[in-house]
């Protein structure tokens, strides 16, 4: 694939997962969290099954376990929000250590780690075996409104943009002595949020216009994506196949 | 109106011809005052002005996102109205000031191949103006990169393909020297020479003018001041001070 187009979650590669195309990955994802978050809390094993599925996707695509752990840090809030959960919640009270904990809270709190975790990793799979522009235009395969596909591709495109300008413009700050862990200068950097997004307005109506003047009319003409084959989908749906089977065998030994 | 070639042959339409052109904005302000402007097949004119002329607002009228208050305009032949308006823009390439307004799309490749793909053109043939215009501007091997990771002088050689891509009867560049470093902006000049199509350049640079354009049109509140050759034009220190125009340092003609 297209060597220098990537993303910080893209991981270049040649597997078979990489070599997939974007629609079936994003299906194919899209039924696995739909089983992850299905499954029923109090099936512990159903969730190590889950993960045993992904570790194999892992290893057909060849992506470290560690370079995985760091993308996946995102979800940092959902655990702080999980660890509380325990001291909080109402209801019946186990003791541990000592301290008084939720029977409720602790299973809501692992519910939210648990299917976060697992819905985070699936999205990082996702996103390092998929280039940005393939995961669009796998999108506008599965008929997602041509509208969404618009705000998608640009929305990719001008986040490089606006975090740029956004570096340059604390720069500008920085170098003129202003030092943002000052709770008293916080006022320059909303304001400069205030002008970033003006920025970024007024970039808006420029680029419309410089797409008008390239005779857009309302859609993005489509890219080709190859349609794939049956025997494409099959292979590509076992792991998400295999989760929902796990899914609703933890209903069963319930 | 017509005229007859020396063999007899009636001669093409000029690429450009913009007659008693008169445009107020919405808010009142009154832009442009009566513009005469004809630009043959071929030619390449500079469009000099300072700040606040009327370049930019004519230059949207060229392609129909401003539509005439009086007087109209001619792009080979065809008026600009709001029925003709996507074979107008066709016809007239735009390349913006910023070419991150201009490249919107995530890779270079993808973002050439929009205007052609808006205006009709379908594989394989689109595939084929893709990689023409990406050869025409030296730009061939950079197809599948994102315009994030480009040079400012790449950018701007790239957003001329966008353009060019779309096989225009005039090329309109705005202001297409800016930001570049010297050799970046050589190298834009020598692109642009080597195109062989009409060109319609708005500048502040007077030095690339004259490198690139033998015909300069000033423009100063909203009407033409003059229309000579640009040696002429830049050699005439009386007309460049009045209308807030200024050789670079050191440079004389
Ligand atoms: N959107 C607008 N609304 C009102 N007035 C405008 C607008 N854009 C430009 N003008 C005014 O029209 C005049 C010509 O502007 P413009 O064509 O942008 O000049 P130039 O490109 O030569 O610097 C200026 O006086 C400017 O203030
Ligand atoms: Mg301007």
């Known amino acids: 694939m297209a060597a220098g187009h990537a993303h910080p979650l893209y991981r270049a590669g040649d597997s078979a997962v990489h070599r997939l195309p974007a629609h079936v990955k994003i299906v194919v994802a899209f039924v696995f969290v739909l089983a992850v978050v299905a499954t029923p809390r109090e099936a512990f094993a159903v969730f190590g099954c889950h993960l045993l599925l992904l570790a194999g996707v892992w290893v057909v695509a060849r992506i470290p376990p560690g370079w995985l752990a760091t993308r996946a840090l995102i979800e940092a809030p959902f655990v702080v929000l999980a660890v509380l959960l325990p001291f909080f919640a109402a209801g019946p009270r186990v003791e541990w250590w000592g301290m008084s904990l939720s029977v409720d809270g602790l299973l809501a709190g692992w519910n939210i780690l648990v299917k976060g975790t697992l819905g985070v990793l699936v999205s990082v799979t996702l996103a390092a075996t998929t280039p940005l522009r393939d995961l669009v235009s796998g999108l506008s395969r599965l008929r997602v409104p041509a509208m969404v596909c618009v705000i998608a591709t640009l929305m990719l495109r001008y986040l490089e943009v606006i975090v740029a300008e956004a570096r340059r413009m604390r720069l500008a700050r920085v170098s003129r002595g202003h030092d943002p862990r000052f709770v008293w200068q916080l ?33 993005m003409p489509a890219f080709t994506t190859a349609p ?12 998400a196949a295999a989760a929902v089977v796990c899914a609703a065998s933890g209903y069963w030994v319930r | 109106m ?12 000029p690429s450009l011809e913009v007659s008693g052109l008169a445009f107020a904005y919405p808010d009142g302000h009154q832009a442009l005052f009566g513009v005469d ?3 043959e097949r071929g030619e390449r004119v500079a469009l000099l002005g300072p700040n606040g002329a009327g370049k930019t607002t004519l230059v949207l009228h060229l392609n129909g996102v401003h539509r005439a208050g009086a007087g109209e305009v001619r792009v080979g032949g065809l008026e600009v109205t709001r029925e003709h308006v996507q074979e107008i823009r066709r016809r007239v390439g735009i390349v913006f000031q910023d070419p991150d307004d201009q490249l919107f799309m995530p890779t270079v490749g993808d973002d050439v191949a929009f205007g052609p793909a808006n205006f009709g053109v379908t594989e394989p ?8 215009a990406l050869d025409a501007v030296g730009m061939a091997d950079l197809a599948d990169r994102s315009p994030m990771h480009l040079s400012g002088g790449q950018r701007r050689r790239v957003a001329l393909a966008t353009v060019l891509a779309c096989d225009p ?12 470093d010297p050799v970046a902006r050589r190298e834009l000049a020598e692109v642009l020479l080597g195109l062989d199509r009409t060109m319609l350049m708005v500048t502040h640079d007077l030095p690339y003018a004259l490198q690139l354009c033998p015909r300069s049109v000033v423009i100063d509140g909203g009407v033409v001041v003059a229309d000579a050759p640009t040696w002429d034009i830049l050699a005439d220190p009386d007309l460049l001070a009045a209308h807030r125009l200024e050789l670079p340092f050191g440079f004389a003609l």
Do not use: C, K, N
């Open chain 2, 169 to 180: 009867e005039i090329l309109v560049l705005d202001e297409p020297s800016t930001h570049l």
């Open chain 2, 125 to 132: 043939e689109l595939s084929q103006r893709v990689s023409d």
């Open chain 2, 37 to 39: 402007l004809r630009i």
């Open chain 1, 228 to 239: 794939a084959s049956t025997a494409t989908w099959s292979v590509a749906l076992l792991p």
């Open chain 2, 2 to 13: 017509r005229g007859v070639g020396i063999l007899g042959a009636v001669s093409s339409p």
């Open chain 1, 187 to 219: 006022g320059a950097t909303v304001r400069s949020v205030g002008a970033l997004f003006l920025r970024s307005y007024e970039r808006g109506e420029r680029v419309h216009l410089a797409m008008l003047s390239r005779g857009y009319t309302g859609t």
